[in-house]
């Protein structure tokens, strides 16, 4: 019991010195400006992205459509039509006529 109560005092000295100390750090938090605080953009940088975005979309419309093409590495390696056939069974004796055993 007496250990108990040395623990504990020790406990609370240890929060009474260890308090004061953490409340100052977290008080002094920076103030972080999220907002851009630069002008926007002009009419002319407007009608340049403008301009270039419509040049990528259309530079997108002349890729080929590749979904006539297989996508399977291993398509040339494989038979078109693979048979469906079971795995054969694997053939054993254990036990029975006619078998014997030699140790």
Known sequence: MKLWG????AA???LAIAGPAVRPAQAQTPHV???????SKTQ???DADA???????????KIPDSQAVSNDPWGSVRAAE??????PKAKTKVGGA??????
């Open 6 to 9: 040395v623990l504990a005092a």
């Open 12 to 14: 609370a000295v240890t």
């Open 33 to 39: 400006n999220l907002l851009s605080d630069t002008p």
């Open 44 to 46: 002319e940088e407007k």
């Open 51 to 61: 301009a270039r975005d419509k040049a990528y979309r259309d530079s997108l419309r």
């Open 82 to 87: 693979t048979p469906a056939k079971p795995a």
């Open 98 to 103: 006619g078998t014997t055993r030699t140790n």
